[in-house]
């Protein structure tokens, strides 16, 4: 087959089938530490009959012809065409920045060590001036590597606004996600200020608890994995009970995970094992990869459960649906409100008095601490979409300014970022977007739950039920569809405000 031969819709999608599950393979066994080497460009080039021009104006034609779910479907399958063209002409630089990444070394302390070992170090360090000591050597390690990434961007850019026809990128996001960025983080920003009295009080106080008395005023960011998994309570939530806990809070809900062959899960710890838990969806409903690694504090738990939302959603979808709504979405809005909805339950004050034999005014506490840290988060990516608009919306002209990323995320959250972490801390496609509406509309699910179901939700088989009815229908809807089957306005961030702000 030529480059130039062009398939049907049908026969692409089967096709794509094939090729987004080999390059999830790929992904995953380099993500948990099987392999030390990417070779996401041989597939790309194995591949190379199903990415070309000629097929891409085909589904765009087949699309104009089009209309309902099937016009949808040809939509998503043009949009991942656009992708693949980008791909075949970049994998091979993608792949050797990563294992750059892989291969760089770091020493701390008289111990050498792989860059994502020592990332993950941080979260278990606990001294604050070994954190503080660490945190520098690996950040300027990282940041080697920004011309590189800087390079890489253009190169995306340029390949996307030609594909796409749409030059800008902020534009070029907003019609892919059939939203207004600009008008979603002026109701974070919004929601972002009502709560920022509250938040202050509550982060001198949080702080002071998980970083000691000696701490800085402006805390660097290198200390916040190691505040997210409260590890000053430890010895409460340990490594070792994680998964058995974790498993029996899904069960409550009427989910048996052990029992459901299609949800693998890696949960062993291994140096070059990405410490960042994931769900990698090769080929949903059948196989979809849970991966964790645990390391102790009760981010472990946040993260199985946040994770464990994800995987029951792909892995609960009809598997009669067309491969495109089990597999593709426009972005990635939908599935983390499924991931934010289960990760919710470790700030219910009863979930910790029940699995954890704590005090009912202890629980409360420790509950607390996770919705102090919910805010925190949600700070943080609140100000990272809005530098994110900066960025790209002067990126043709300056390449964007990372001290906007320093200052935003700085005044948003209270803890000190370095600039030249701007572009390590860029997810693609304006995924912090992503967050921020599956944010909004967990929260506006957690109300319809705590009125139909009530205060134990996160406990009773109806959640279950009513969430499962959600997973099958894959990732057809938008996250906004569903604000409306919840009888919610997309951006109507009063649930949200009632939880981080509590």
Not at 9 to 35: I, N, P
């Amino acid at each position: 087959m030529s480059a130039t031969s062009v398939l049907s819709a049908t026969e692409f999608q089967a096709r794509l089938e094939r090729y987004l599950y080999e390059r999830s393979e790929e992904w995953r066994a380099v993500r948990v530490g099987d392999k030390e080497v990417s070779e996401q460009a041989e597939i790309v080039r194995r591949y190379a009959d199903l990415f070309s021009r000629e097929q891409l104006d085909a589904l765009q034609e087949a699309e104009q012809d089009s209309s309902g779910d099937e016009r949808e479907l040809l939509y998503r399958l043009r949009k991942t065409c656009e992708s693949g063209l980008i791909s075949s002409q970049l994998a091979e630089r993608e792949d050797e920045l990563e294992n750059r990444l892989l291969a760089e070394r770091v020493t701390f302390q008289g111990e050498a060590m792989p860059l994502r070992n020592a990332q993950a170090k941080l979260a278990v360090l606990p001294s604050y001036a070994d954190r503080e000591e660490l945190g520098l050597i690996q950040a300027e390690a990282s940041a080697k590597f920004n011309d590189e990434r800087l390079d890489l961007l253009r190169a995306t850019e340029d390949l996307a606004a030609e594909y796409s026809g749409i030059a800008d990128a902020v534009e070029r996001n907003e019609e892919e996600k059939d939203i207004s960025l600009r008008e979603l983080s002026r109701a974070l920003k919004a929601a972002s200020d009502e709560s920022t009295e509250r938040y202050r009080a509550a982060r001198e106080r949080w702080f002071t608890k998980l970083l000691g008395e000696d701490r800085e005023e402006l805390p660097s960011s290198y200390h916040t994995a190691y505040m997210r998994r409260l590890s000053p309570l430890e010895a409460t939530y340990t490594k070792e009970r994680a998964t058995a806990i974790c498993l029996q809070t899904l069960e409550a809900l009427g989910f048996d995970m052990p029992a459901q062959p299609n949800i693998k899960l890696d949960l062993d710890d291994r140096p070059q094992k990405s410490p960042r838990a994931c769900v990698i969806a090769s080929d949903p409903p059948k196989i979809v990869h849970l991966i964790t690694r645990a390391q102790g504090g009760l981010h472990d738990y946040q993260a199985f459960l946040h994770e464990a939302g994800h995987a029951l959603h792909y892995a609960g979808c009809d598997p009669e649906l067309p491969y495109v709504f089990r597999r593709i979405s426009r972005d990635h809005a939908l599935t983390e409100i499924y991931s934010y909805i289960i990760e919710a339950i470790t700030r219910e004050p009863a979930w910790h008095e029940q699995y954890f034999g704590l005090s009912a005014e202890q629980a409360q506490e420790n509950a607390e601490a996770t919705t102090f840290l919910e805010a925190l988060l949600y700070r943080r990516y609140e100000a990272k979409l809005r530098f994110e608009l900066d960025f790209w919306s002067r990126f043709t002209v300056d390449g964007g300014d990372a001290e906007v990323y320093e200052r935003c995320l700085t005044e948003a959250t209270g803890i000190r970022y370095r600039r030249d972490n701007y572009l390590s801390d860029m997810d693609a496609g304006f995924y912090s977007a992503d967050y921020l509406r599956a944010w909004i509309r967990s929260a506006q699910l957690r109300s319809r739950l705590l009125d139909q179901v009530g205060d134990d939700w996160w406990r009773n088989p109806a959640t279950g039920e009513l969430l499962t009815e959600l997973f099958r229908e894959g990732t057809k809807p938008s996250s906004e569809e569903i604000a409306g089957r919840l009888e919610f306005e997309p951006l109507d961030t009063k649930p949200l405000l009632r939880e981080i702000g509590a």
